[in-house]
């Protein structure tokens, strides 16, 4: 049993043979069996993708799923504080998957649960089941994930899909990566310190749109802008149109951990460099398999 707190929280290795299992189970030949399970989906924050593959991998490995995807319908809206919340929940299930809008919150639950919290993403800091389907993705379409030139284009200050994929990646050794976004959304700092491969901030995707191999794109994370006029000025301030995608290799890669709202324009979901579809097709295999990892042996 095992927390899923940080992409860091895995070796190198173990992303690997999480990998292979999903390739097995989409070939059938591993089911993940989680017979006898409940597993609790905990979202303080709305999902569509993450609260719904978590909770159709669950039901198709045999488990059974009981949560909320609100805090307005629990009685955090009483006044419960997250800790008191999270006791409860594990009185009810067997693992927890915990989405909030505050950083740090999965690694608080998983301080205060004896049984496993999965990070369903907490505020802008990690995603990590997010950054597991991108880059499983990334190797099926490449075949490998070692030694490729990614772009990341947008909101790269509080997405924290970006920061799951900026920490995956310093298992991997890209040959270079671009981080494309308006001066306002900058990476952080406190992850830029991090990364231990090559790494150039540029504003326009345009400069370096024919060498990526893998061109990630992020939608403006609204609700994490502390002042609504600061989200005015910047609401605009990229998109990726038909004419740059035309300029990229055939064989390289849009990947979006979605939703998308209007940074992707909506032609380029036909052309072959669109694989954000792909990616999210992935979601339920793999979270399958890592919900049996983490609850093997129990
Ligand atoms: N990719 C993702 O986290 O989507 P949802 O917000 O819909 O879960």
């Known amino acids: 049993m095992k927390d899923v707190i940080s992409v860091l929280d895995f070796s190198k290795d173990e992303i690997l043979q999480l990998f292979e299992l999903t390739d097995k189970f989409l070939s059938g030949g591993f089911r993940p069996s989680l017979e006898g399970k409940i597993v609790a989906t905990a979202f303080f924050e709305p999902s569509t993708r993450t609260a719904l593959s978590?909770?159709?991998?669950?039901?198709?490995?045999?488990?059974?799923?009981?949560?909320?995807?609100?805090?307005?319908?629990?009685?955090?809206?009483?006044?419960?504080?997250?800790?008191?919340?999270?006791?409860?929940?594990?009185?009810?299930?067997?693992?927890?998957?915990?989405?909030h809008k505050l950083d740090g919150s999965a690694k608080f639950a998983a301080e205060v649960a004896?049984?496993?919290?999965?990070?369903?993403?907490?505020?802008?800091?990690?995603?990590?089941?997010?950054?597991?389907?991108?880059?499983?993705?990334?190797?099926?379409?490449?075949?490998?994930?070692?030694?490729?030139?990614?772009?990341?284009?947008?909101?790269?200050?509080?997405?924290?899909?970006?920061?799951?994929?900026?920490?995956?990646?310093?298992?991997f050794k890209p040959k270079i990566?671009?981080?494309?976004?308006?001066?306002?959304?900058?990476?952080?700092?406190?992850?830029?310190?991090?990364?231990?491969?090559?790494?150039?901030?540029?504003?326009?995707?345009?400069?370096?749109?024919?060498?990526?191999?893998?061109?990630?794109?992020?939608?403006?994370?609204?609700?994490?802008?502390?002042?609504?006029?600061?989200?005015?000025?910047?609401?605009?301030?990229?998109r990726l149109d038909y004419r740059t995608v035309e300029r990229m290799r055939k064989e390289s890669a849009i990947l979006h951990p979605l939703p998308r709202v209007s940074e992707i324009d909506r032609r380029i979901d036909s052309m072959p460099q669109a694989k954000y579809f792909l990616e999210a097709s992935y979601a339920v295999p793999l979270r399958s398999v890592l919900l049996h990892e983490v609850m093997a042996g129990d």
């Open 54 to 99: 978590f909770t159709s991998a669950a039901l198709s490995a045999g488990a059974k799923v009981l949560g909320f995807s609100s805090d307005e319908a629990t009685s955090v809206s009483k006044g419960e504080n997250l800790a008191d919340t999270i006791r409860m929940l594990e009185n009810y299930a067997d693992c927890i998957v915990m989405r």
């Open 114 to 171: 004896k049984k496993p919290v999965i990070n369903a993403g907490d505020g802008k800091r990690e995603h990590p089941t997010q950054a597991l389907i991108d880059m499983y993705t990334v190797r099926k379409l490449f075949g490998t994930l070692e030694g490729l030139t990614f772009g990341f284009l947008g909101d790269l200050r509080y997405a924290r899909t970006v920061n799951s994929m900026l920490r995956i990646l310093t298992l």
């Open 177 to 238: 990566v671009y981080l494309i976004s308006p001066p306002q959304l900058r990476a952080r700092a406190e992850i830029l310190e991090e990364l231990n491969y090559p790494v150039k901030e540029l504003t326009d995707v345009k400069d370096v749109v024919g060498e990526l191999d893998v061109l990630y794109v992020t939608r403006i994370q609204r609700e994490r802008f502390l002042d609504e006029d600061e989200y005015e000025k910047v609401k605009e301030s990229y």
